[in-house]
C-alpha cells in the first residue's frame, strides 16, 4: 500500500501539475480511505519528504547488491550511491523538478529534503566510521558530524547542479561528482590543493556556461 500511495501520488503532481489540496481529496481520488493513508504518513508533507527518502532507499538497495560493494573503500561506495542515485533521480526528474522548483520559499524546499538529509547524514557516517578505522593515528581521524553535514552539502549542491544540467546524458553533472567526491576524499587524506583547484575551475567554467 505504501509503494501504491507513492505512485499516485507522483502520478497525481505529474497529471494535474499541482499538490493535492488535502488528504481526503487525496484519498478520494485514488480510492483509498484515509486511515489507510495515515497508517504511513502523518500529512502530505510527510509523504512529500518520504519519495526523496524512497529515492535514496532504492539506490542504496541497487548498489549494495552490487557484486564486491561490502569490500569497497569509502570514496568508491560514495561514488557509487551518487552515481546510482542520480539514475534513480532521472527515472523521475519531471517529479522532482516539480517538487523542487515549485518551492519558491527556501525554507519549505529544505524541510521537503531533511528526511534525506537524515539518511543521507547516516549512510555518510558510516563510510566516514569505516575511512577513521583505517587510520592509525587519532590526530587523522575526522569529526563524524562535521564531514557528514560537509557531505550534505556536497549532495545538496549535486543535486542543483543536477537539475540545471543541460548537457547531453547529463555528463557535466557526472564530473562534478566525480571531482567533488574526490576532493571531499582528498580533504579526508589533508591534501586538498589540487583537487580543490581542479574542482573550483570546473564550477567557475559552469557557472558562466549554464548562466
Known sequence: MKQKIYEAYTKTILEEEKVPTSVYRFCKNIGI?????YKHFASLEHLKGQIFCQFFDNALSLIQKEKGYVSKAPQEKLLSFY?????????????????????KNPMEKMSTLKPLRTVFKQFVTVLIQDGNALKQSKLTKHPEAIFSEGAWIQLAF???FWMEDTSEHFEKTDMAIEKSVRTVFDLFDSTPLESVLDLGKFLWKEKFNMA
Open 33 to 37: 480511505e484515509e486511515s489507510e493513508f
Open 158 to 160: 549535486l543535486l542543483k
Open 83 to 103: 552515481f546510482t542515485f542520480f539514475e534513480v533521480l532521472l527515472m523521475n526528474r519531471s517529479y522532482v523538478l516539480f517538487a523542487l522548483n515549485g518551492e
